[in-house]
T-cell receptor
């Protein structure tokens, strides 16, 4: 079993839809959770991070962590074509390493 | 402030050829990383350097070597390229201790024939 699992999609939604992106993880000791966004032919960039259970909101984006279920989510409200990208969950695993999910490709159709 | 830069952007090699991928960062970060990204596999760590003068193997180190030339530069070498090394390679550096954010370069697309 991989330490971090993420459905690679692709996920296609119409403009204005609410998008839900998800990852599961196996190690209950993980405490810090991140989401990176990667546009086509670019490097990943940090989008959001959260350090505890519950929700963290930043504009149209909400990161949610459920430690009891070992489940993390990223919600995008009022999705825009400019949100079309690959979204990777990432979990620092201790020391200097971070475990990345496979990434979910999102297409938002105008 | 360029962040993390990588050269070359694209390279085609024949099986058995060697090459070095270059990476530099201007953020004064101590830690640097090399990843490969393949469809459906996500980012897999090849090697990392926690600080100048140290390097350690990641998840998929076979077929690669690295050199941390100084605090700014971290290179990845393929001594004898194989088709299985066809991938997109990303270099990253990490913010100072206490912060987990990694900053990525634009990537090098490598095709091994």
């Amino acid at each position: 079993q991989k330490e971090v699992e993420q459905d690679p999609g692709p996920l296609s939604v119409p403009e204005g839809a609410i998008v839900s992106l998800n990852c599961t993880y196996s190690n209950s000791a993980f405490q810090y959770f991140m989401w990176y966004r990667q546009y086509s032919r670019k490097g990943p960039e940090l989008l959001m991070y959260t350090y505890s259970s519950g929700n963290k909101e930043d504009g149209r984006f909400t990161a949610q962590v459920d430690k009891s279920s070992k489940y993390i989510s990223l919600f995008i409200r009022d999705s825009q074509p400019s949100d079309s990208a690959t979204y990777l969950c990432a979990i620092p695993s201790g020391g200097f390493k971070t475990i990345f999910g496979a990434g979910t490709r999102l297409f938002v159709k105008a | 402030n360029a962040g993390v830069t990588q050269t070359p952007k694209f390279q085609v090699l024949k099986t058995g050829q060697s090459m070095t991928l270059q990476c530099a960062q201007d953020m004064n970060h101590n830690s640097m990383y090399w990843y490969r990204q393949d469809p459906g596999m996500g980012l897999r760590l090849i090697y990392y350097s926690a600080s100048e003068g140290t390097t350690d193997k990641g998840e998929v180190p076979n077929g690669y070597n690295v050199s941390r030339l100084n605090k700014r530069e971290f290179s990845l070498r393929l001594e004898s390229a194989a088709p299985s090394q066809t991938s997109v390679y990303f270099c990253a550096s990490r913010a100072p201790a206490g912060q987990e954010t990694q900053y990525f370069g634009p990537g090098t697309r490598l095709l091994v024939l």
